[in-house]
């Protein structure tokens, strides 16, 4: 049985071509190659921020939810590590698949690594170098614990090289996230989305949620500020994420009249938000991903991506708070030429590390 730990939105959108193409796979027998046990930690408990995505990404339900909720890194970790260790006992699974870089990432990891239990690690080998980062320490930690380990952009490859990993370990298969943009195209349906929400032809799309940004009131009031002057040149639609909900209204982020607060949104409607905006202000990893195969301008308030290939390859650019006003007066009248697409993201990432799974547990 291969268990699948999920606990995030960007878990459940790498997770969903991986577990569909190892259903598809036969044994000689024509049965599916591996029971699959799909295990939803419950570290996002906001139903539009977990629950929704299974509906729209067509997983199958989870087989368990471990109901975690939130937490300090320490007392989230550790619920999700007691209560895997007991799952994990009772199911013995062959293989433990983990996906990203979240706290239910490395808490699995952990527990399987004690266990005995092999890791596959999706997404392995990004690296931002800033410790100061939890996912940072997480996706180092994760790797080292890993038996495969599925990288997504070459540079991957000789990160996890650097730091001894066996070659024979890593497998660079592409990207899981972008099967999943790729094979829901027809359904972001951007003009829907304005109607539902009255938004203007001409919008940004702002999304911001790490502690680097959010967790400090005066650093969250600064940026608050440039968010309202970004407002004076088109309106900003921000789906607000429950990390840092109350410290951006506090520092008056709705105050501006052409800043537009929503709810968290769903994936289809949110990337659909995405494909129709003029500019994009983040500082979440897989938004500058999305952006990259939309060819949509993205602006990362982060001193640093883990992701450099979706600034080699994409619409992608980092920028400080102070920057962010010029850099989205640039974007705003830039045009986007050609693009070459990151090497292997295609849409067949899934399939990919099926191969390899349904290869690897045989052997």
Known sequence: MIAHVLGARPNFVKAAPVIAALSGRQDLAGGPVREQRVIHTGQHYDERMSEVFFRELGLPEP????????????????????????????RSPELVMVYGDVNSTIAAALVAAKLHIPVAHVEAGLRSFDMTMPEEVNRRLVDQLS????????????????????????????????????????????????????????????????????????????????????????????????????????????????????????????????????????????????????GVPCLTVRPNTERPITITHGTNRLVTAEGLVPAVEQALTAVTGEREVPPLWDGKAGPRIARVVGDWLDG
């Open 63 to 90: 087989d368990v939810n471990l109901g975690v909720g939130s937490g300090s890194h320490a007392s989230q970790t550790a619920a999700i590590m007691v209560a895997l260790e007991k799952e994990f006992i009772e």
């Open 147 to 294: 038996n495969l380990l599925f990288v997504t952009s070459p540079e991957a490859v000789g990160h996890l090289a650097a730091e001894g990993v066996e070659v024979g370990r890593v497998h660079f298969v592409g990207n899981p996230m972008i099967d999943t943009l790729l094979s829901h195209l027809d359904a972001f349906e951007t003009e829907a989305v304005r109607a539902a929400h009255g938004l203007p032809e001409r919008y940004i799309v702002a999304t911001l949620h790490r502690p680097a940004n959010v967790d400090d009131p005066a650093v969250a009031a600064g940026l608050v500020k440039r968010l309202h002057e970004i407002a004076d040149l088109a309106e900003v639609v921000m789906p607000v994420h429950p990390r840092g909900r109350k410290v951006l209204t506090e520092a008056g982020l709705d105050d501006h009249p052409r800043v537009k607060l929503l709810e968290p949104l769903g994936y289809v409607d949110f990337v659909a938000a995405v494909r129709g905006a003029a500019v994009v202000v983040t500082d979440s990893g897989g938004v500058q991903e999305e952006t990259t195969i939309l």
